[in-house]
T-cell receptor, first 111, second 111 residues
Framework: QKEVEQNSGPLSVPEGAIASLNCTYS??????FFWYRQYSGKSPELIMS????GDKEDGRFTAQLNKASQYVSLLIRDSQPSDSATYLC???????????FGKGTMLLVSP | NAGVTQTPKFQVLKTGQSMTLQCAQD?????MYWYRQDPGMGLRLIYY???????DKGEVPNGYNVSRLNKREFSLRLESAAPSQTSVYFC??????????FGPGTRLLVL
């Protein structure tokens, strides 16, 4: 069974710090990975997608992928209170074309 | 563009009642999905439709049926609601293996 594991948190960081969110996945066949942000009572929205080993940067966000270790991470630089949300990691298996989501990590950024 | 829309936003049912959750997307996506989200369980796939005219079971299909009415619309039906189906339901759409876009969700309470 395909699984995506995340620490549920909460991860607490002060404003301006770097927040590091981690995710591991069980299916070696997974090729594409996604980070979604979900505010309380709202729907998930895409933050980053990553398909190749290495780093991918978009503004304050950096996604990192290591397929050998089956590990995905999301770094948020200069964290803001508005970044406080639950971050969902998801892996896409080409075979089934469906996303497997982790349970999410709650991030709390204190002013 | 409205993106993905869902109706109703909130519904209260009694055990044994039936209802249909509606979802529509205006992004011309081929694939559509129904998820449920429960505290501590993350997002779980109920059913999906890879293209118009096809539907497939996800992780938790029992107690649900779906209809892909046309390319835009994908409905989820509860024939005989049970308290265990109390949840938040999200519809999503995507183009093949690309990013999934989520609707605002339907909050369902079954008494």
């Amino acid at each position: 069974q395909k699984e995506v594991e995340q620490n549920s948190g909460p991860l607490s960081v002060p404003e301006g710090a770097i927040a590091s969110l981690n995710c591991t996945y069980s299916d070696r066949g997974s090729q594409s990975f996604f980070w979604y942000r979900q505010y309380s009572g709202k729907s998930p929205e895409l933050i980053m997608s990553i398909y190749s080993n290495g780093d991918k940067e978009d503004g304050r966000f950096t996604a990192q992928l290591n397929k050998a270790s089956q590990y995905v991470s999301l770094l948020i630089r200069d964290s803001q209170p508005s970044d406080s949300a639950t971050y969902l990691c998801a892996a896409l298996s080409d075979l089934y074309s469906t996303l497997t989501f982790g349970k999410g990590t709650m991030l709390l950024v204190s002013p | 563009n409205a993106g993905v829309t869902q109706t109703p936003k909130f519904q209260v049912l009694k055990t044994g009642q039936s209802m249909t959750l509606q979802c529509a997307q205006d992004m011309n996506h081929n694939s559509m999905y129904w998820y449920r989200q429960d505290p501590g369980m993350g997002l779980r796939l109920i059913y999906y439709s890879a293209s118009e005219g096809t539907t497939d079971k996800g992780e938790v299909p029992n107690g649900y049926n779906v209809s892909r009415l046309n390319k835009r619309e994908f409905s989820l039906r509860l024939e005989s609601a049970a308290p265990s189906q109390t949840s938040v339901y999200f519809c999503a759409s995507s183009e093949a293996w690309e990013t999934q876009y989520f609707g605002p969700g339907t909050r369902l309470l079954v008494l």
